[in-house]
C-alpha cells in the first residue's frame, strides 16, 4: 500500500509538470488506477515527438484518446477533450508515459499511452489561433456556428463583447452561444470556450472565454451570465483582454 501511494505521488508530480495543471491528475474521468498498474515512466526524446496522422479518435469524460501514426509506428496521446479527426496531422506537448495504463470509463488497458496538456503551438495541424491579449487559445470552429442572440438589455454576442468590452468592464452581461472547449477542475473552476457565429476568427474576437462552476459539455447552446473583466492577469503569462467570470449557466 505504501508503494502504491507512492506512485500516485509520483504520478501526480509528473503529470503537474508535463501540464501545469494539477487538476490534471485528479480528472473524474481516470480518478482511480488498480494497484501495480500503470507506473509513470520519464519523458523520453520519443516521447516528445507527438506528432502524426490521427488514425483512431474517441471522447471520454473529460479527455479526448487520439492514436498516432508516424513513420508506421502507432501512438496513443490522452489530452484534455477537443476535436479531433481522422486523418487529420497533428503534434501535441510532451508528456507523461504511462504504461499498461487502465482506462476505466473506456473499460480497456493501453500498453503505453502519453498524457498530454494539448496541441503544440506549432505543427502542421494547428487548429487553433491565440486568443486576444491572451496566452491561451482560441478554437478555430470546425463547422459554421449561428446561434441566436439572448434576449435582453444586457444581452450581448461575442463579437459585441470584445468591441464594448471597455464599457462592459466589470458589469454583468449575457450571452447565447455554443461551447466549443471545456476544461474542467482549473484553479477550482471550469473554463468554457464559447463562440455565437459572430467576431473575427482572424482577430480572435469570435472566442469568448468564461470561467464558472457549473457544468457543460462541448456542443452545449448555453446562455451564460456572468461579470465581464478587461485585461484579467492571473499570473504566468496568462493574460485575457476579456473573460467573463463567475459566470452561472442555463
Known amino acids: 500500500m505504501k508503494s502504491f501511494l507512492t506512485s500516485l505521488m509520483i504520478f501526480s508530480s509528473v503529470l503537474f509538470?508535463?501540464?501545469?495543471?494539477?487538476?490534471?491528475?485528479?480528472?473524474?474521468?481516470?480518478?482511480?488506477v488498480q494497484s501495480g498498474s500503470p507506473q509513470p515512466k520519464e519523458d523520453t526524446p520519443e516521447a516528445s515527438q507527438l506528432s502524426g496522422k490521427v488514425v483512431e479518435t474517441m471522447n471520454s469524460g473529460a479527455y479526448t484518446y487520439v492514436l498516432l501514426e508516424k513513420n508506421?509506428?502507432?501512438?496513443?496521446?490522452?489530452v484534455p477533450k477537443m476535436r479531433v479527426e481522422k486523418g487529420q496531422n497533428i503534434s501535441f506537448l510532451p508528456g507523461a508515459e504511462m504504461v499498461n495504463f487502465e482506462s476505466r470509463t473506456l473499460h480497456r488497458t493501453f500498453d503505453r499511452i502519453?498524457?498530454?496538456a494539448g496541441p503544440a503551438d506549432k505543427g502542421s495541424a494547428n487548429d487553433e489561433v491565440k486568443t486576444t491579449g491572451s496566452k491561451g487559445k482560441a478554437v478555430i470552429p470546425t463547422e459554421?456556428?449561428?446561434?441566436?442572440k439572448a434576449p435582453g438589455s444586457n444581452a450581448y454576442t461575442v463579437a459585441e463583447i470584445f468591441t464594448n468590452n471597455e464599457g462592459l468592464d466589470k458589469k454583468e452581461v449575457v450571452v447565447k452561444a455554443k461551447v466549443v472547449k471545456v476544461s474542467q477542475g482549473i484553479m477550482g473552476k471550469n473554463w468554457l470556450h464559447i463562440q455565437d457565429g459572430s467576431g473575427s476568427a482572424e482577430k480572435g474576437t469570435h472566442d469568448l472565454v468564461v470561467t464558472t462552476l457549473d457544468d457543460a459539455s462541448v456542443g452545449d447552446i448555453i446562455t451564460i451570465k456572468g461579470t465581464l473583466y478587461r485585461d484579467k492577469d492571473f499570473g504566468s503569462g496568462y493574460k485575457y483582454a476579456v473573460i467573463v467570470e463567475n459566470a452561472s449557466i442555463k
Open 144 to 148: 459554421k456556428i449561428q446561434v441566436e
Open 114 to 116: 502519453i498524457f498530454s
Open 72 to 78: 508506421g509506428k502507432k501512438t496513443w496521446v490522452a
Open 17 to 32: 509538470l508535463a501540464t501545469g495543471q494539477a487538476s490534471y491528475a485528479d480528472s473524474k474521468d481516470e480518478s482511480s
